[in-house]
């Protein structure tokens, strides 16, 4: 990788030091031009008239996200962002007074609520699969759950939180055995790591657009296995969903497009489309390797600071490292380094209840980086880290 063309790409490398990526990456200018460009094109001729000049990129989408999680094309659907992603596979799963959720205990917040929801409202009932002694979840926990009830397995592959990697292809292959279905928020490990959906054996799978992917904010996307998306119907459905056929009759797309809605931010989807070609050109297994040198660079650096302890779980791990310091709240860590141009953010204790609380832990700070950040910045960054 050349990470000084890299950088040149993405002229913010310049100016800040950006460990956010968890939260929104720094787009590379293709990306930023795909959108740009395109904003013009509806500035000049007109919003409908600009989508039919792009159609062919714009379905382009479907085939780089495909190749991205190997997958077809039509197995795909453009949605606005991950939790929309995962809320339309999720609300179309017809449960009943009884039914189990096995999550773990790294379920990103959002959905968890989704699941005390239908809770509430169905009766369903949600379980909690303990970690293992390395912190993931345990598979052989939840391969002990397993029953006739369990309608849902949904975990998050990457947390928010941490630096924790689940072992989601394990976890497919327990619910492969059970025929159960499996829902995965990929969100933060999509444009972080290869992915491949047929070896993962999800059934549904989750992504954004702004994270590591470095897309525009407000897109996001959803995998839905063939087999399984004529069975799922989506929660709310409209004239691109399905089609009107008689007074009295409709007919939902045979395709994921049935999880879209008509209208969605098209500059948007080109801008998608062209951070996933530039994620696919770079390779995700490289992009892989250097994540994960640069993070455990950072992770080494932070552990031999006084006072700062490093809380990520698992054996592998992502580009995120959380820590806390016993002389400064996460809080002030955050606003402090901002004041200098570095981007960092917080992971509060109640976006991560089953985890940080049951670990007894407080906020955390967070420092994602990505494969554009360098060992220089790791250094300034624990430098200015200790320079209270
Ligand atoms: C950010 C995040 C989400 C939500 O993604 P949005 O695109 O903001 O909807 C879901 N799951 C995980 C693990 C996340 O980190």
Request: aromatic residues 6%; hydrophobic residues 40%; proline residues 4%.
């Amino acid at each position: 990788m050349d990470i000084e063309r890299l950088r040149a790409d993405t002229p913010a490398c310049a100016e800040i030091l950006h460990f956010n990526n968890a939260g929104a990456s720094l787009v590379p200018d293709p990306v930023h031009h795909a959108v740009l460009e395109h904003l013009e094109l509806e500035r000049r001729v007109g919003g409908y008239e600009a989508a039919a000049r792009a159609n062919q990129r714009l379905e382009h989408l479907y085939d780089t996200a495909a190749a991205l999680l190997n997958c077809r094309p039509t197995e795909i659907a453009f949605v606005e962002n991950a939790t929309r992603a995962w809320d339309m596979a999720f609300y179309a799963i017809p449960f009943r007074a009884g039914d189990r959720i096995l999550t773990a205990q790294a379920e990103y917040a959002s959905n968890y609520l989704a699941f005390l929801q239908m809770a509430k409202r169905h009766n369903v009932v949600i379980d909690v699969v303990p970690n293992d002694d390395d912190g993931q979840l345990s598979v052989n926990a939840l391969a002990e759950m397993m029953d006739d009830r369990v309608k849902l397995i949904a975990i998050t592959h990457a947390p928010t939180q941490g630096g924790l990697i689940n072992p989601a292809a394990e976890v497919g292959r327990v619910a492969r055995r059970h025929g159960t279905l499996f829902l995965l928020d990929a969100c933060q490990s999509v444009g972080q790591m290869p992915i491949d959906v047929t070896e993962i054996g999800c059934d549904m799978l989750s992504a954004t657009g702004r994270k590591y992917l470095r897309g525009p904010r407000g897109t996001g996307l959803l995998y839905v296995r063939q087999d399984l998306i004529t069975k799922l119907e989506p929660p709310f459905i409209d004239l691109h969903a399905a089609d009107w056929i008689g007074l009295n009759s409709f007919e939902i797309r045979a395709d994921a497009r049935r999880f879209e809605t008509w209208e969605s931010y098209v500059a948007g989807r080109l801008g998608l489309a062209a951070a996933i070609d530039y994620a696919r050109n770079l390779g995700l297994p490289n992009i892989r390797a250097r994540v994960d040198h640069i993070a455990g660079l950072l992770r080494t650096r932070l552990a031999e600071l006084p006072g700062i302890t490093v809380h990520d779980l698992g054996i592998d791990k992502s580009g995120i490292v959380t820590f806390t310091s016993d002389q400064e709240t996460s809080l002030s860590i955050h606003q402090r380094m901002r004041r200098r141009g570095i981007n960092i953010s917080v992971s509060p204790t109640n976006y991560a209840r089953l985890d940080l609380t049951r670990r007894g832990l407080p906020d955390l700070v967070r420092a994602s980086v990505h494969y554009f950040n360098t060992e220089s910045e790791v250094d300034r960054f624990c430098r200015c880290l200790t320079a209270a």
